[in-house]
């Protein structure tokens, strides 16, 4: 199956869907819960991670943020590998708790930012978990009692959702309990959870114009947005994708180069990459860093890198090489 491109840059807003192996609980009790939202908070500060919206369920958990400097990939690796290793360690448990890794979905901030934080909130309302928005103002575990001012974090941007319904924060709470109580009947929404979208990159599907006709327009199962976010979407993802490729099959170039030259040369290439100072295994070094310099255009520091010296004596290694032959 060809390779998708990831969507994950920096700044990037992602509805992402945690779910227990075979829908098994990932929770136990208060303290589990407790753990995750600590270790979650920990990481959104160390990161850059903006989390918008969250609902912790019994045996899913879903969450809303704007993706931190090391992607979204990093934040979720690091949260949900600490969090199972410590789990299975207090219930004596092996293997995996949660189903795959875990489902992303890249947003368009407008329109969908607000109905994705109503959606998330009211998880625990469409599962009975409470009856009424007024017991929900009381659950600990979504970041709903945050918004509207009945627990506090330093992680959570409150602010951020808030100044989308007012600059006063009093009118924002109230518009926001407003917006909860509109959608409270909602029920579950297949569009914001990649239900309803095509499930292959790049896929076209009929959609009905507001003149009543048949249009194509273009989706993707990991993207929620209009159809030329979608296409900007993409185009970013290849373009990234097409940088990886391009970098892997350099460094592939690269190591086989310098395999190849110090077998020929009989030096040990472990001796090469070391930084070895003997004659002979500095005159193959220079050899090799202007073969990969002038031949592969790869930059003075990458070789320096592979080559376990400094960028300096790189630089200095390829100058007398050239000068050599142009004599």
């Known amino acids: ?27 136990q009790d208060d303290l589990d819960r407790s753990d995750f939202v600590s270790r979650m908070g920990l990481l959104a500060e160390k990161t850059g991670t903006k ?26 690796r690091r949260l949900l590998t600490g969090y199972a290793i410590r789990y299975n360690l207090k219930y004596h448990r092996r293997g995996y708790l949660f189903q795959n890794r875990y489902k992303s979905i890249v947003c368009e901030e407008e329109p969908y930012l607000l109905e994705l934080v109503r959606y998330i909130h009211l998880n625990p309302l469409r599962a009975g978990v409470v009856r009424s928005l007024k017991e929900l103002d009381r659950y600990p575990w979504s970041g709903h009692r945050v918004l509207i001012g009945g627990d506090k974090n330093g992680w959570q941007e409150r602010e ?30 297949p569009e914001l959870v990649g239900g309803e979208l095509i499930r292959s990159r790049g896929g076209w599907s009929q959609v009905l114009s507001a003149r009543g006709k048949r249009e194509r327009a273009k989706h993707d199962a990991r993207i929620l ?48 990459r070391n930084g070895g100072q003997r004659r002979r295994v500095s005159k193959v070094r220079s050899q090799i860093a202007y073969y990969l310099s002038h031949e592969l255009g790869i930059s003075m520091a990458e070789i320096a890198r592979n080559l376990g010296v400094c960028s300096s004596a790189i630089i200095k290694a390829v100058q007398k090489l050239e000068s050599q032959k142009e004599k």
């Open 160 to 189: 951020y959702v808030l100044q989308q319904f007012s600059e006063s924060r009093r009118r924002a709470i109230l518009a926001y309990r407003r917006f909860m109580e509109d959608g409270r009947d909602q029920g579950r929404r």
């Open 1 to 27: 199956m060809p390779r998708q491109a990831r969507l994950d840059a920096p700044g990037t807003l992602h509805h992402v869907m945690i779910r227990g192996i075979e829908g098994a609980p990932v929770f």
């Open 225 to 272: 947005g209009r159809e030329d976010f979608v296409e900007e979407m993409l185009r970013e993802a290849n373009k990234k994708l097409r940088r990886q490729l391009r970098t892997g099959a350099r460094e592939a170039s690269m190591e086989g180069v310098i395999r190849k030259m110090c077998m020929e040369a009989g030096v040990e290439e472990q001796e090469v």
């Open 51 to 76: 989390v918008l919206a969250w609902a912790l369920m019994d045996n899913h958990i879903h969450l809303l943020m704007f993706s931190g400097h090391e992607g979204i990939s990093k934040f979720m």
